[in-house]
């Protein structure tokens, strides 16, 4: 029994209860949100140095035990994407404050904010198939609203599709479970993972195992799964698309993970190379639409289901090296995502386009914005000092030692397209003739760089800290690989 | 054209408080029986309907001087503070607890924390239900 592991989902749940009380008062709001998202970030880093102290945290909910009731699991994958959560929402929440405008302040943009956070959190800890389907809901209802708040006509457009497209893989979640139930007779994952390697996976299985991966799938935007997410992550105001580019995609990763790590793991040479083909296509599309498009936020949205190709391809290999380079990937990719499509929003704001070839000479009255955004794309496409690189070759190590060479080939090969991609951006809107309508200028600059300067910090740290962060991420690799130690940490009793 | 409610409301005020009535007793019923805060906060809100359909939505607000909103969050926070009580007391969050009082009136009485619980389930599903009648209500 650990209570504390809850605490990272309950303090951004609780603190934005409270906040519905207040919604006139939005320096209150600022004040307390900042307040409650710091505090529960304290607590998720002191869960990142008691995971691999003391091993797996369990707390069964409700003093139940394992497969009766609903526990809550923080292995040290949980917990660090937990905590990369927390910074990315910080991160955020910070550039709100100047960047979101008042009228969707008042209308609970800040309880939305954190019911979001606190849903990603749940998704992340929770040891219970069903539970994850709530914590998803959570998540989702969370993401509705804040897609649609303002009212804009884009926003509605794009909402009612991404409405559509997550109602539909809900349900489809939800039968999945249901057959799942049906055939095993549990729902608790660790439970799940006994019986499913007991029964010898019979062909059902492996057709639930697809049944899942095709669930997530479209919450990860995989391919052929995509098609709703660059327009939808086009639409809402910078700051709650850096949310969703850093936090949504990531929970149906992480998804993918526990599935396909904990349970589904009999049958590793049809499903698992299932997945790496599908991420390793995903991979290709992705980057094919960030050349291809010459709006900024469209090459940005397809850089996100970019990555999200090269972390499953990492599941692909089932490897210590491949699953290790995704957790580290996935923890790298949430920051600079995030970091990235603040940044985008804000060159975005200042030219008052979208468009590439409307833009142009950004650095000369904003060089800050130029060299920040130089750097994410630096380490977007993983070059060596950067955060993206140590993941980056753990996965293609990860590759080697599975003998996929035509992944690894190809992964290099869209790690090229990826800098090309910002590399336009850089080139088009940063470089060149002075393009913006004259005497233009941003107001609160400092203030809506500070959050994405931090996020570049973080992924500069992350680089060069490599060696202090990598025992964590192996950590988390190990525990990812042998699944007999979360099935022991949660003790189901039969 | 002002149509003759007379019937519809003088049902109404006989109606509504054996609805209401009827709620709390399946709010109170759901430890044992069928009930619970859900459907206690469904009925509530069918009086209520029932009240504005008669009456008029300004009616329902005068009836009911709440925000409904805030009804929603606080029910949010007394379900949240009964799972986060368990925490303090070194308790699995969200443990439950229960025992038999004896109180004046009602003698001996299963009292439980879970009841707790479901009257915050109630004010949330009352609340939310409400804001949405209303607010969809009110764009005429």
């Known amino acids: 029994m650990n209570n504390v592991i809850v605490f990272p989902v309950i303090v951004p749940l609780l603190t934005g209860i409270l906040l519905i009380f207040l919604k006139e008062r939005v320096g209150v709001q600022r004040v307390l949100s900042a307040a409650g998202l710091f505090l529960s970030t304290g607590i998720a880093l002191f869960l990142v140095r008691q995971v691999p102290a003391e091993g797996i945290q369990t707390l069964a909910a409700g003093n139940w035990p394992a497969p009766f009731g609903i526990v809550f699991v923080a292995d040290m994958f949980a917990v660090l994407l937990i905590l990369t959560t927390h910074l990315v929402g910080l991160a955020c929440l910070f550039f709100s404050f100047r960047g979101i405008g008042e009228g969707r302040e008042r209308h609970y943009y800040y309880p939305l904010f954190l019911f979001l956070v606190g849903g990603v959190c749940g998704a992340f800890l929770t040891g219970d198939a069903f539970n994850l389907f709530v914590f998803f809901e959570v998540l989702l209802i969370a993401s509705y609203a804040l897609i649609a708040l303002g009212g804009t006509r884009r926003q509605l457009r794009e909402s009612l599709k991404y409405v559509v497209v997550n109602v539909v893989s809900s349900t489809l979640f939800l039968i999945s479970l249901g057959f799942l139930y049906a055939v095993t007779g549990t729902l608790n994952m660790a439970d799940l993972s006994v019986k499913v390697a007991d029964s010898g996976q019979p062909g059902v299985l492996t057709a639930l195992s697809v049944l899942f991966l095709v669930v997530f799938a479209i919450k990860a935007a995989l391919f052929p799964l995509y098609f709703w997410l660059p327009d939808s992550y086009a639409a809402p105001p910078t700051p709650v698309a850096a949310l969703f580019a850093g936090l949504l995609t990531k929970v149906g990763v992480y998804a993918i993970f526990r599935f396909f790590t904990l349970i589904f793991v009999n049958d590793t040479p049809f499903t698992h190379t299932m997945i790496l083909i599908f991420a390793a296509v995903t991979m290709v599309i992705g980057v094919i639409g960030a050349v291809g498009s010459e709006n900024v936020k469209h090459i940005l949205a397809y850089n996100v289901i970019s990555a999200v190709g090269l972390i499953l391809t990492g599941l692909g290999f089932y490897n210590d090296a491949g699953v290790t380079g995704a957790v580290l990937y996935l923890v790298h990719d949430m920051i600079i995502k995030a970091c990235l499509f603040l940044l985008g929003g804000v060159i975005v704001g200042i030219a008052g386009t979208e468009k590439l070839a409307h833009m142009g000479g950004l650095i000369k009255k904003h060089p800050q914005l130029g060299w920040l955004f130089f750097t994410a794309a630096m380490s977007l496409a993983g070059i060596p000092p950067l955060s993206g690189f140590v993941g980056k070759v753990l996965l293609l190590q990860g590759g080697i030692q599975a003998s996929s060479y035509w992944v690894v080939g190809l992964s290099l090969l869209v790690s090229l397209l990826i800098l090309f991609s910002v590399m336009r951006i850089f080139i088009y809107g940063v470089w060149g003739e002075e393009r913006f309508p004259a005497g233009k200028k941003m107001r609160g600059d400092g203030a809506l760089l500070a959050p994405a300067a931090f996020l570049v910090v973080l992924s500069v740290a992350i680089g060069l800290g490599a060696e202090g962060v990598y025992p964590y991420i192996s950590l988390a690799g190990e525990q990812l690989m042998d699944p007999s130690l979360y099935i022991e940490s949660v003790n189901v009793k039969e | ?140």
């Open chain 2, 1 to 140: 054209m002002k149509t003759n409610d007379l019937i519809l409301q003088t049902v109404t005020k006989v109606v509504l408080f054996i609805i209401l009535v009827f709620a709390v007793f399946i709010l109170n019923a759901g430890h044992h029986s069928p009930g619970g805060g859900f459907v206690g906060g469904l009925l509530t809100t069918s009086a209520f309907v029932l009240l504005s359909l008669a009456f008029g939505m300004e009616t329902v607000q005068k009836a009911v001087p709440v925000n409904f909103r805030h009804v929603m969050a606080l029910g949010l926070s007394i379900a949240f503070l009964c799972g986060i009580g368990a925490t303090v007391l070194q308790y699995p969050f969200l443990t439950h607890a229960f025992g038999y009082v004896h109180l004046p009136l009602l003698g001996e009485t299963e009292l439980t924390t879970a009841l707790i619980f479901d009257i915050g389930v109630y004010l949330t599903v009352t609340g939310a239900t409400m804001t949405a009648i209303l607010t969809i209500g009110e764009d005429r």
